[in-house]
T-cell receptor, first 111, second 116 residues
Framework: KQEVTQIPAALSVPEGENLVLNCSFTDSAIYNLQWFRQDPGKGLTSLLLIQSSQREQTSGRLNASLDKSSGRSTLYIAASQPGDSATYLCAVSWAGNMLTFGGGTRLMVKP | EAGVAQSPRYKIIEKRQSVAFWCNPISGHATLYWYQQILGQGPKLLIQFQNNGVVDDSQLPKDRFSAERLKGVDSTLKIQPAKLEDSAVYLC??????????????FGPGTRLTVL
């Protein structure tokens, strides 16, 4: 069964800290992997997309890496800010654009 | 451009009642998705439309859930009759093409359903 797991489920850090969110998946034959952000009461916003042939993608303070052989991806957030507080979701596509999501990591950055 | 619109934003019903959700995708987007997100979990794809045809509905509980996308634009998702375990946020998303990968999905704010 193709599954996506995110650990930890929740994380609290002080402002300014660099942090890493983890995502693991069971089948390495992926099309692509995406990281989304979800704010309370709002929909999802795509942050980064890594295609199966890529190893990493960067956008501002965010860097996502992909290691297909080990079935893992990490989202690195540099110099965290209170505005980064949200739930971060990892989603894998194994076929076309059908996404399988992990359970998310709820991040709180304290001032 | 306007985003994905959903209504209602909140709905409370009793079990065994019926409920319908509406989604208006971004103009010109050919593909529309419905997801169910139970509290504390990630979204689960229920159904994917390409224009007004169904691409995948393998995770849609067809004994009680139905969805349609008439004229390839707006879509409605219906639950009849509702069960307690249907309490969740129902998210609608759209993408420009859907038949090429990757194709960015844009999400609406969701409808929060509570079944009592």
């Amino acid at each position: 069964k193709q599954e996506v797991t995110q650990i930890p489920a929740a994380l609290s850090v002080p402002e300014g800290e660099n942090l890493v969110l983890n995502c693991s998946f069971t089948d390495s034959a992926i099309y692509n992997l995406q990281w989304f952000r979800q704010d309370p009461g709002k929909g999802l916003t795509s942050l980064l997309l890594i295609q199966s042939s890529q190893r990493e993608q960067t956008s501002g303070r965010l860097n996502a890496s992909l290691d297909k052989s080990s079935g893992r991806s990490t989202l690195y957030i540099a110099a965290s800010q209170p505005g980064d507080s949200a739930t971060y979701l990892c989603a894998v596509s194994w076929a076309g654009n059908m996404l399988t999501f992990g359970g998310g990591t709820r991040l709180m950055v304290k001032p | 451009e306007a985003g994905v619109a959903q209504s209602p934003r909140y709905k409370i019903i009793e079990k065994r009642q019926s409920v319908a959700f509406w989604c208006n995708p971004i103009s010109g987007h050919a593909t529309l998705y419905w997801y169910q997100q139970i509290l504390g979990q990630g979204p689960k794809l229920l159904i994917q439309f390409q224009n007004n045809g169904v691409v995948d509905d393998s995770q849609l509980p067809k004994d009680r859930f139905s969805a349609e996308r008439l004229k390839g634009v707006d879509s409605t998702l219906k639950i009849q009759p509702a069960k307690l375990e249907d309490s969740a946020v129902y998210l609608c998303a759209s993408s420009r093409r859907g038949d090429v990968s990757p194709d960015t999905q844009y999400f609406g704010p969701g409808t929060r359903l509570t079944v009592l």
